[in-house]
């Protein structure tokens, strides 16, 4: 973890190489897990290779000169601080720290950081997640929370890990699905409007349902059920050209419906503590997206075929020469020259590239538009931004209850705000039973930590790909891997703290000496909170939310064994209750930010 010893070995090495005229292979470092001691590795073998290769070699084999190499090195070290001993072993240079300095280092660390512990040095990029797009004039459901709670998590880390983070949304507020709900709405409700806002964002999915039924063609309609239906899609139809046209009434009705979908949404954004920057709009990218395929066609990257009566398309496969099909061919724009998604997204990705000069470009998104992005970003490749190398779908799977499958369009749909309700009221319901040193006043709020900490951590911690099949019971239970075990190595921590009566005030404990015997839930304690800073940097640059999820638990497994394991404040030594009383603070600390990387609160009683 401490890269400044690290760099001070590197220093020296390199001196002794310049000196030696020896051309140096750039060093990898990996730590040593603890054997007695902490330390680090590397080795010398690229740089043997590399002498051999240029035929520099001094005759003798690879392996024997990084030996040789090592063995130099070694001898030339001198005393560094924090070090107890160098070996050179098999081409490999072993760097040991002395325990108690090393120790005591990773807890002052972590301590003097406090909520910065980890945060990765400015990367110079910037990176937008865009991540939340429902559609509106329907409901927020629990696929809507997928998306929501893992771009939260990348987002977040992105930015600790030093990218300068943008977070977008696109709601989708156009379409035939639109149109359909605003027909029905104006036909049957007009005027009325339930009380409450996530009553009319579900009444909006309703009508949705009815109005779908209403025009869904059925096996055994009578000739007068058939003309009402056709009927009803003319009028539809005509309320989706007056929409196009602009006409002001239908233009009115369009954003005020929406405007109850969005107020929705920001209500649950708000209660997940998601706090956009950016509010892209599908209807607002659709008539530049016209201008693109004009663009396109004029470059002899689109092909227009609506001479012969076709669509403007691009045969990516066919420009690119593959043989076999990969991207295949899309349309931009029917012979109607009307625009489809995949339209629209250029246009959308112009302005994040052009307006907000993103470098990185991350879709969080369903994974059946899997192939819609590889065509999108291939086509803006093609179209020649170099950002498209940088463009990135983080795809997700289904969510679905042990009940079954969502269909939206009848209405069968998991919502997100109702399954977060039943979780925090279960919560209540254990909490009032048995915690009976908890303020009730406090009991709902902290209910709530628990109860959206669960959620958030049964989807964090699944692989993004998979399908999840949502079990409630499994999501609060305190054992096994779950937000609630986590949670509670928090408020273990914080507990002991409070006995202590030096929270907040952890400058007025002398510094960790680490200078007695170390159990083995020490060491592991310290070993799995020093690896935090790499946690948060593999997490970041894969794009994976779950690499933080798996160090979290981790840390936390860690650390109800050390509580179990390892008296405290029973400790007899002062120096040695000291030191571990700031350990314990360590743990809270670190527990506390990976939390935060994962949109989780940390509570400090349960
Ligand atoms: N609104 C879309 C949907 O519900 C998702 C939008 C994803 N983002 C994008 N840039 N295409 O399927």
Redesign the pocket.
């Known amino acids: 973890m401490f890269n400044d010893i690290q760099q001070t070995i590197e220093d020296k090495i390199k001196a002794f190489c310049a000196a030696n005229d020896i051309a140096l292979a750039p060093l990898k470092w990996s730590a040593i897990p603890f054997s007695g001691e902490w330390g680090v590795s590397t080795s010398f073998f690229q740089t043997a290779a590399d002498e051999a290769r240029a035929g520099k070699s001094t005759g003798k084999p690879v392996p024997q000169r990084a030996q040789e190499l090592a063995e130099q090195v070694k001898l030339q070290m001198g005393s560094v601080e924090g070090i107890s001993h160098v070996e050179a072993v098999k081409g490999y240079l072993n760097v040991y720290f002395e325990t108690s300095a090393y120790a005591r280092r990773v807890v002052d660390t972590v301590l003097a950081a406090g909520a910065d512990f980890g945060r990765g040095a400015a990367k110079g990029e910037r990176v937008m997640v865009?991540y939340c797009?429902?559609?509106t004039h329907h409901s927020f459901h629990i696929g809507h929370y997928r998306t929501t709670i893992l771009g939260e998590s990348l987002a977040r880390l992105t930015q600790f890990a030093g990218f300068e983070t943008i977070r977008a949304s696109?709601?989708?507020d156009l379409g035939l699905g639109v149109i359909t709900v605003m027909w029905a709405y104006n036909k049957f409700y007009k005027g009325q409007e339930p009380a409450g806002v996530h009553e009319r964002g579900q009444w909006l999915l309703k009508i949705y349902a009815e109005a779908t039924a209403l025009l869904e063609k059925k096996d055994d309609e009578t000739p007068e059920q058939t003309a009402q239906r056709e009927a009803y899609d003319a009028e539809r139809r005509e309320m989706y050209r007056k929409w196009d046209a602009g006409d002001a009434e239908v233009r009115a009705l369009w954003l005020e419906t929406r405007e109850w979908s969005l107020e929705e949404m920001r209500d649950i954004l708000n209660t997940l503590d998601v706090k956009m920057d950016v509010w892209f709009y599908?209807s607002e990218v659709d008539e530049p997206s016209k201008g693109i395929v004009e663009e396109l066609v004029a470059r002899g990257i689109a092909t227009d075929e609506r001479p012969q009566g076709g669509a403007v398309i691009v045969k990516i496969d066919e420009k690119l020469g593959l043989a076999k099909e990969k991207y295949r061919t899309a349309v931009l724009l029917r012979s109607d020259g009307t625009t489809l998604?995949l339209t629209k997204?250029l246009a959308?990705a112009r302005v994040k590239f052009e307006q907000y000069h993103v470098d990185r470009s991350i879709?969080v998104?369903?994974f059946r538009?899997s192939l819609?992005f590889q065509q999108a970003f291939k086509i803006l490749e093609m179209w020649g931004f170099p950002q498209a190398a940088k463009c990135y779908h983080l795809p997700y799977g289904y969510i679905t209850l042990p009940e079954g499958a969502m269909s939206a369009r009848k209405g069968r749909v998991i919502l997100f705000k109702d399954v977060a309700d039943e979780a925090v009221k279960r919560v209540l319901a254990v909490e009032s039973e048995k915690s009976g040193d908890i303020p009730a006043s406090e009991r709902e709020a902290i209910a709530a930590q628990i109860g959206l900490g669960a959620l958030a951590y049964s989807i964090l911690s699944v692989d993004n790909n998979k399908d999840i099949v949502f079990d409630m019971n499994e999501a609060l239970s305190f054992d096994g891997r779950t937000g609630p075990y986590i949670q509670n190595a928090h408020v273990r921590a914080t507990s002991i703290l409070k006995k202590s009566k030096v929270e907040g005030q952890m400058s007025d404990l002398r510094p960790s000496t680490f200078d007695y015997e170390l159990t083995k839930h020490e060491v592991e304690l310290i070993e799995q909170i020093s690896k935090f800073p790499a946690a948060v940097e593999q997490a970041a640059n894969e794009y994976r939310p779950m690499v933080m999820a798996m160090y979290a638990y981790d840390l936390a497994n860690t650390f109800h064994s050390f509580y179990h394991a390892v008296p405290v404040l029973q400790t007899d030594d002062e120096s040695a209750r000291n030191a571990r009383l700031r350990l314990v603070a360590a743990a809270r600390q670190t527990i506390a930010n990976s939390l935060r990387l994962l949109d989780i609160q940390a509570p400090d009683v349960m």
Do not use: A, C, R
Request: charged share 25%.
């Open positions: 865009e797009q429902p559609n696109y709601p989708g599908e998604y997204d959308l879709y998104v369903d538009q819609h």
